[in-house]
C-alpha cells in the first residue's frame, strides 16, 4: 500500500481519463459523461495502490466509474491509449484535449494554438517562456495560463480535503457501527486531527467482548462500498488491539484508503490513540509506556500524559497553550455571503435565523464588493443592501448583524468604492482576488496597505490556495502577521473547504506574532456556516489560543477611522 505515491502506469491512465474528459467537455450535451471521466481520472490518480493491481470488477465498485469509463481504463492499461479517447482526438485539431486543461485556456485558443504547432504542454511552457503565447492571449490570460501549467495535478485534485474525509469517515464510523458484534465506532485518523489533505481514512471499531475480530473483519468487507482488503486483510484473523498487528487496511468505493482498527472494550481508549494518530505522536507516547485502556484519557494517563486535543498530536510531547481555541467558544461568523452577493444563495432572513439557531451573538454580513465582476455589489445596490440589514435587524433581534463588505485588494493594495463608504460599514474583510501572479514583494505590499487601512478589520484568505487546485499566491506571511499584530487587523483562518487559508503552519506563526486571528466560513449558503469546524480544527492545529481570536468575543465594533 502506498501512500498516495502514483506510479507511472497508474499516472497515464488518471491524465488519458483527464483528456477524455477534457473533449467531452468539448462536445454539446455531454456534460455528466465529461464530470464522470474527470472524477475518475482523479480517483484513479489518487488510488493507495497502482491501477492495475485492481481487477475490472473491483475497478467497476469505484464511485463514478461506470461501464464506459472501465473500458478505457482497461485499454490504457494494455495499449497506452483506448479506442475512445481516440475518436474524440481525432474530432479536434492535435493536442487540444490537453490544452484545454491548463485553466486560462479558452477551447478557441487552444484550436488555434494547435494551428500553430504547439500540441502538448511542453510546446505550451516554451510558449510561455518565449512569449509566443502573447500572440494568441491578453498578457493577463497569459499569467494565468503560466501559472496553470504549474499546477496540472491529478493526484492533488484527487485527495479528499479535510472535511470530505470528515464527512466520509463519520459515515464509515456509522457503517461499522451497525455492524453484527459491534459495539462503537468512531472517526479518528488525519479528519480527527485536522489535516488540510488527509492520505487517508481512519476508524476506530470497538467490538463487543464475546466477538472475534476475525467476524468482524469479515462483515465489514461485505460491505457495499467496501471495494477489496489491502495488506492481506482478507486472512486478517489476529486480535488487531492496540500494540498488535495494525489497522485492517481496505480500499473503499471513493477510491481512499480506509484503516479500520479494531479493539476489545478494555484496549478501545489505547486503540483510539493510535488511530488517531500521528504516527510520531503515537511513537512518542509509546515510548513514555502507552499501555491498554479502555477509554482515552486512561490510555493517555498510562504514559503519564494528559490527553492532548486531537489537533496538536503531531509532535511530541504537544505544545499546548493555556487556553486552547475550541469550537464553543466561537460566537460569530466573520465572512458570510447573502445573496446580495453574485454567487451567494441565501437571503439575509435565513443565514441571520441559522446564525441564532448555532447560538451565535453576531454575524458579519461580508458581500463582495464592487470590483469583483459578476459578483460584487454596485454602490447603489449597497446601499439598498445595507438598507435591507437595517430593516432585518428589527426581525432578528436574537443576534447582531454587521454590515459588512468583502473588500478587494488592487494590485497596489487600493480597495473598492471611497473611504467614506467603508467607514459606514460595520465590518470589512479584505482579499486579494485578481492577479495571483505577481511576484512575492508586490503581493506582500499590496496586503500589507490593505492591513494598514483603517476601514479594513481582517485579511480574508491570506494566501490564496486551493487545494488540490492551486498553490495560492507567493507572500511574506511573517511580515504581514507583524503588521497585523501592530494594527490589529485580524489574519483569516478561512474554513471553506478547498481554502483552509490560513493553514495550520501559518496560524503558528500568526500565533507567535500575536496577531489577532478571524475564523469564518465563507458561507455562500446556510448550510455553509457548517465549515466553522474545520476553521476551527485548523485553528486548533495552529495553536490558536482563544485570547487572539476576534470571534470568540462579543461583536467587533468599529473603533478606527
Ligand atoms: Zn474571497
Ligand atoms: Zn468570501
Redesign the pocket.
Known sequence: VTDGVTDAATLAVAEGLAEIAALLGLRRGERFRSRAFRTAARTVAALPLPVSALTAEERRRLDGVGASVDRAIGELLEGGTSSYLERLRADEPAGVGRLVQVVGIAPRTARALSAAGITDLDRLAAAVDDGTLGRFVKERTAEVVADGLRRVDLVAAGRPVLRQARLESEAWARAMAALPGVARADAAGDARRGVAQPAALAVRVVHDDGTAPADVVADLLTLPRVVRGLDGAAGAGASRTAGGPGPVVVLVSSGRRLDVHLAAPAAAGTALVVATGSAAHVAAVRERGLATAADEAAAYRTAGLDAPPPPLREAAPPDVPGRLLRQADVRGDGHVHTDWSGDGHDPIDALAAAAAARGYDWIALTDHAVDLTMNGLTREALLHRDHAIEAARERHLDVVLLKGL?LNIGVDGGLDYDLETLLGQDWCVA?I?SLFQRPSAVQTERILAAVAHPAVDAI??PTGRLLGVRPGYEVDVHAIAQACAETGTALEVNGSPRRLDLDAGWVAVAVAAGAPLLLSS?AHRVAELDHMAEAVLTAQRGGAPVELVRNAGDPPRRTAG
Open positions: 468583502e482579499s482576488h480574508g484568505h465563507d
